[in-house]
């Protein structure tokens, strides 16, 4: 009895963990997958079996192709840039005086405001005729930008958003990742006569990497997921230029009614963001060093 | 570790507490007091803010007060599209509200899924006088045999004209009557400081006047198969690209286009604007801030007036409690008498609904008083009604798309783009 107890325990410890898990990740992961193989339009009580109709037609839909691209410049650029921008910010405030402890605060204060405000914020300053930006290019004459308005900028626009609103949290973590590291080894290179950036190279990037691996995952499937600055900024326009798979997901979903054929989309979305996610971690965390 | 960062904490506290206070204004000021035989709450949701949101405010604290048994609740959902997906999404969580609006292209799409209840047995018990109902505007309340919804905020796109530019030019300040009179106003509005002619979004609501106005329809008549490739639907984007290129009509693009189309009319950098005339009571008092006079017109004619009806009906969401559905059905019902409707026509600038509320004495003065007003009412002799296949939301997306394209991208021919959406539509209305 007892032993069966021991046996028992652990999994009556994390029963309501791992109940929440099941109702509100597993169950809907599998109902999605299910409705992909259906027709159905929300409301009507029969869901019509197509087999994988869904999943061809997806396969020639010239906007869900576009969106898949859009999906894949948005994360490369929105993630590379945020991560460039936030260790060199990282490096240069990591100081210990008032003055560089309120850039810290001020910059990071992006990561707190909600993404609607942000995403009104923005279009304001992005405004093609009356915006503060368009205002700044013409005062240094330089020429004047659609933003949000052309289909030819709509998409880096929108990039441009989302590493302001990124780039002090991920900056926040970074330097908690390089105040860990012991000052004892900067001081042995320095013995060394080791120069800044052999000392960046050797000691601070091996030893940030871990943090860095964080930020890097967690930034990719959040800009995968980007979705409120598009639906209050563009709607996935214009010419379809700024929709992403998620707001695909949204429009087919809840504009169009076809379940089936949105919750299809949802099911590349997982598996792509599943192998991605898998070689992400063969591949680099052999890189990691941890301490 | 370190200290914690003073200057942090102070952002974050701020921060919260801009959302604190942000969060209150939210509250509405529900009817609280109990009354003695408990009436019935039912929930009414609405799209729009402004005027029309004021107008819908106002109409419900009316009923309220001119009633004890039912509170209506009333709630803003944002635009038609946010509307339609709220409506949706509150459905399928066994939310929904009582009565609701739907855009009246997406009348089918709601009746069609079993969203919508039919609406003929409570007409029939009540003997409403259908007749009384101005009929271009019942064309999209037929779905199947049943009536689906009664006629609420109404409209026509018609023609805003910036009369004080027009007296300026030299032009007859009643605007345009024909397409080529239009283009003649445009080019002689145009200037070198980069004021326009013409301001106008790429807008299916009125790709479909210009088709019909060229004699031609956007859909056939079963609306299973798409004929903008035609003539008529050619003609209009070729217009359209005409005045583009010789730069008369600027084409906003993006989310913001028809926003941007209003700032330039009402910044006097375009004479001439298509909207709802729902925007009438806006324009009026906006235009008089700004210092100048504002006249409406039909939309011009190419081969013969022509125009879509638009604006919502008032539906009823399925599957409540048949109580809960009567006072549904009494809120509607009063909501589309001719007084509340010559309220709301006054209110905005949306048509009135009833024949009897066009000749009441109370329009009439207002059509003398602001003549503005009469030109929707008279133009409804040329409306129609629009598509109500359930699939037209989509359509009208590809269609977008390739109008957008043919003017703005520049590397299709109207002709060659209508026909890809053509196709690409087809296989959707089928």
């Given at each position: ?115 609607v405000s942000?995403a009104m914020l923005w279009m304001w300053l992005m405004d093609p005729q009356y915006g503060l930006l368009n205002w ?8 004047q930008s659609e933003w949000l308005a052309s289909p030819?900028t709509a998409?880096?626009s929108l990039?441009?958003v ?67 600055t598009i639906d209050i900024m563009t709607q996935g326009g214009p010419l379809?230029?700024t ?49 | ?46 799209a729009f803010g402004d005027k029309i949101g ?22 803003y959902q944002g635009n038609y599209e946010d509307l ?19 855009e ?51 409209s026509?796109p018609i023609?805003y004209?910036n ?31 980069g004021g326009v002619?013409m301001t106008m979004p790429v807008n299916i609501w009125f ?42 009509i600027k084409v906003p693009t993006g989310d913001e286009a028809g926003q941007i189309a209003l700032q330039d009319f009402t910044n006097q950098n375009a004479g001439m604007v298509f909207s709802s005339t729902a925007d009438l009571t806006n324009y009026l008092s906006i235009a008089?801030e700004a210092?100048?006079?504002v ?15 638009g ?37 905005t600038g ?50 977008n798309?390739?109008?957008t394209?043919?003017l703005i ?22």
């Open positions: 009895m007892n032993h069966l107890w021991m046996t028992l325990r652990p999994y009556t410890m994390i029963a309501p963990a791992l109940l929440v898990f099941l109702l509100f990740f597993i169950y809907p992961i599998g109902y999605m997958v299910y409705l992909s193989f259906h027709d159905w339009n929300f409301i009507s009580p029969d869901k019509n079996f197509v087999g994988m109709n869904n999943y061809r037609a997806l396969y020639d839909h010239p906007e869900f192709l576009q969106s898949v691209e859009n999906t894949v410049i948005f994360t490369l650029l929105s993630v590379v840039i945020t991560t460039v921008i936030a260790l060199l910010l990282a490096l240069w405030i990591n100081k210990p005086t008032k003055l560089y402890g309120f850039v810290q605060g001020a910059i990071f204060s992006p990561h707190i405001i909600s993404l942000i700044l290019l013409e005062l240094f004459g330089l020429p030819d998409l880096y990039v441009i989302a590493i302001w609103k990124s780039v002090g949290f991920n900056t926040l973590i970074l330097i908690a990742g390089l105040q860990s590291i012991p000052s004892y080894l900067y001081e042995a290179a320095e013995l060394d006569q080791s120069s800044t950036f052999t000392s960046f190279l050797k000691i601070t990037l091996p030893l940030i990497s871990p943090t860095l691996f964080f930020l890097v995952i967690i930034n990719v499937i959040s800009s995968f997921q980007v979705f409120e379809n230029s929709s992403t798979l998620v707001y695909f997901i949204y429009e087919y979903g809840f504009r169009f009614f076809q379940l089936g054929y949105a919750s299809a989309a949802g099911v590349v979305l997982l598996i792509v963001l599943s192998i991605f996610t898998v070689l992400y971690f063969l591949l680099v965390s052999r890189r990691v060093h941890y301490q | 570790m370190r200290k914690p960062n003073f200057y942090l904490l102070v952002i974050s506290m701020s921060a919260l507490m801009l959302t604190a206070c942000g969060e209150n204004e939210g509250e509405s000021t529900e009817a609280t007091e109990s009354l003695s035989n408990d009436p019935i709450e039912i929930e009414y949701w609405y004021e107008n819908n405010e106002a109409l419900v604290e009316q009923f309220n007060e001119v009633q004890d048994d039912i509170i209506v609740h009333a709630h339609h997906s709220q409506t949706q999404a509150s459905i399928a969580a066994g939310n929904a509200p009582h009565v609701t609006l739907n009246i292209a997406s009348m089918g799409a709601f009746a069609e899924a079993g969203m919508t209840e039919d609406l003929t047995s409570y007409i029939e018990e009540d003997n409403i006088d259908l007749n009384d109902f101005v009929e271009g505007l019942m064309g999209n309340s037929y779905i199947g045999e049943g009536i689906y919804g009664l006629p609420y905020l109404r026509t023609l004209v009369k004080t530019m027009m007296e300026e030019a030299g032009l007859d300040s009643s605007g345009p009557e024909t397409w080529e009179e239009f283009e003649e106003y445009a080019r002689a509005l145009t200037n070198d400081e002619g790709y479909e006047a210009f088709v019909k106005q060229s004699g031609g329809s956007v859909l056939n008549d079963d609306e299973t198969e798409a004929t903008f490739n035609e003539a008529p639907g050619v003609a209009a984007v070729e217009f359209i690209q005409r005045m583009h290129d010789e730069g008369t008089e210092g100048f006079e006249n409406t017109a039909f939309m011009p004619q190419n081969e013969q007036y022509g125009t879509p009806t604006g919502a009906n008032l539906v009823m969401v399925s599957g409540h409690p048949e109580e809960e559905k009567m006072a549904a059905w009494e809120f509607i019902k009063w909501m589309t008498e001719p007084e509340q409707t010559i309220t709301a026509s006054t209110n949306y048509l009135p609904m009833r024949e009897s509320a066009i000749e009441s004495e109370e329009m009439e003065s207002l059509y003398e008083q602001v003549p503005q007003y009469k030109v929707a009412v008279d133009q409804l002799e040329y409306a129609g009604p629009r598509p109500l296949n359930a699939n037209y939301a989509q359509a009208q997306n590809i269609l798309d390739a109008i394209s043919a991208e520049d590397n299709q021919t109207p002709q060659e783009a209508l026909d890809e959406a053509a196709e690409r539509i087809n296989s959707l209305l089928k």
